[in-house]
């Protein structure tokens, strides 16, 4: 689970501003503007609204909401408000989840170099698109969105593939979503998106409060 929300978090990040035309850019042009942007983006915070349904029981989950909160290299923080309160993150070196209501977290220690999956990857700032997904376009395309499907090159245990979500005008990204092994699909709509906001280090620091249950993920 820490490594799909840092999907989450590098996805939050993939903002662009050039106008496009009415007609669609190829799947390599948009992931490469896509990048580009992300490139140049050193911080940023957003409100978001998480959801999931299908998998094998065909579940629907009660939409998770929170705010996102990203410093380039490594450092990403996610408080998840309603309906129960969670914190993921990481501090540069270690990777931390916390149920407050459950009392229970664990810490593990963030990949580096060729160990970290593709998700991390991006949170540092390592990742490519072009490089690390196979890009298309995806089937449906609603009015005023562009949908970019990216299937990761190296398969992952998390996840099957990726959508990003993207207005047309702007190539603002709207939302995302990803398709897990057991058909789920899980559905991230992004809010207040602010773009290089001073963000500091001890922002992302985390200590496992007193009496909470350590366990092993």
Do not use: C
Request: charged share 25%; glycine share 6%; aromatic share 8%.
């Amino acid at each position: 689970m820490l490594r799909i929300l840092a999907v989450a978090v590098l996805l939050a990040g993939v903002v662009a501003q050039a106008r496009q035309g009415v007609q669609p850019p190829s799947a390599a042009e948009l992931a490469r503007s896509l990048q580009a942007r992300y490139d140049k983006i050193h911080s940023f915070t957003a409100q978001f609204t998480q959801t999931y349904a299908g998998g094998g029981l065909a579940l629907k989950v009660t939409p998770e909401q929170g705010e996102i909160r990203v410093k380039k290299p490594d450092r990403f923080r996610m408080e998840t408000t309603r309906p129960i309160r969670k914190t993921t993150g990481s501090d540069g070196r270690t990777l931390y989840f916390y149920d407050h209501q459950a009392r229970t977290a664990s810490e593990e220690p963030l990949p580096k170099g060729s160990d970290a999956p593709t998700a991390l990857m991006f949170i540092a700032g390592r990742g490519d698109l072009l490089r690390d997904f196979t890009p298309a376009l995806a089937a449906a395309q609603p009015e005023g969105f562009w949908h970019l499907d990216l299937t990761p090159k190296t398969p992952s245990a998390e996840f099957r593939h990726l959508t990003l979500i993207v207005e047309r005008s702007s190539l603002a990204l709207r939302g995302f979503s990803w398709m897990d092994h057991q058909n789920g699909a899980n559905t991230v709509r992004l809010d207040q998106l602010r773009e290089n906001p001073t963000l500091a280090d001890r922002e992302f620091t985390f200590q496992i409060p007193a009496g909470v249950q350590r366990i092993k993920r």
